[in-house]
Nanobody, 122 residues
Framework: HVQLVESGGGSVQAGGSLRLSCTTS????????LAWFRQAPGKEREGVAS???????RYADSVKGRFTISRDNAKNTLYLQMNSLKPEDTAMYYC?????????????????WGQGTQVTVS
């Protein structure tokens, strides 16, 4: 049974920091690409950061230099360190996993999802 559970969201003032965690079980964590997505009210879901199974990391332009994604394969856990937060970062944040394969673009093919954790920046 695949499970992804996010935690660490909350309310912070602009300029503050949060660290999101995503604990997982039920799949071969080390073989999967992992990512953080977010969805703000009235907007489409967007990819924020991804790390593949060999450690290649990519970020959306809007978060480059402020967010850091990391994975701990020993703990089956994904992280997102968010610094210098802005009000426009306010959204529900989701972690997701993608099995090995070839995909048409960076954010395609994620088929395991967590329930989300809310981040509010004021």
């Amino acid at each position: 049974h695949v499970q992804l559970v996010e935690s660490g969201g909350g309310s912070v003032q602009a300029g503050g920091s949060l660290r999101l965690s995503c604990t997982t079980s039920g799949f071969a964590f080390g073989n999967f690409a992992l990512a953080w997505f977010r969805q703000a009210p009235g907007k489409e879901r967007e990819g924020v950061a991804s790390v593949d199974n060999i450690g290649i990391i990519r970020y959306a332009d809007s978060v480059k230099g402020r967010f850091t994604i990391s994975r701990d394969n020993a703990k089956n856990t994904l992280y997102l360190q968010m610094n210098s937060l802005k009000p426009e970062d306010t959204a529900m944040y989701y972690c997701a996993a993608r099995p090995p394969g070839t995909y048409p673009h960076l954010w395609f093919g994620y088929d395991h999802w967590g329930q989300g954790t809310q981040v509010t920046v004021s």
